[in-house]
């Protein structure tokens, strides 16, 4: 990293534009509540799905996989909202715009196997 970019990253500059630090800081105290809320949204999915399959109660251990595997890509893709955020021209808009398509996505994607399960297996 050069001089240049470093002093880009680290310090606010005349056109106002955040400090890559800023924006790092930014979005990590979003991280919760990013977590917070597709982590409601994705149980209420599957049991949604227990619901209209009418399965009985499961143990959530068996669960455990998915959702670890549902949370890791969750914030991985999380974590592409600042690195995006970093090339752009950096803003107070662009984080939240940004956080707000990126969460809504996600919730997208949680309830969609719900809505398959609804169409596809409801009886």
Do not use: H
Not at 71 to 83: D, I, M, P, Q, V
Not at 88 to 110: D, H, M, Q, W, Y
């Amino acid at each position: 990293m050069d001089r240049e970019s470093l002093d880009d990253f680290l310090v606010e500059n005349a056109n106002n534009k955040r400090t890559g630090k800023a924006v790092y800081l930014w979005w990590e105290r979003q991280r919760l509540k990013y977590n917070a809320i597709c982590f409601a949204i994705g149980m209420m999915s599957v049991f949604g799905i227990q619901t209209v399959m009418k399965l009985p109660s499961i143990d959530f251990g068996l669960y455990a996989g998915a959702i670890i595997i549902v949370a890791l890509l969750g914030n991985l893709f999380y974590f592409s909202g600042w690195f995006i955020e970093l090339f752009t021209n950096r803003n107070e808009k662009v984080g939240p715009t940004l956080f707000f398509l990126g969460t809504l996505f996600s919730a997208i994607v949680l309830v969609v196997p719900f809505f398959i399960v609804l169409i596809f297996f409801a009886r």
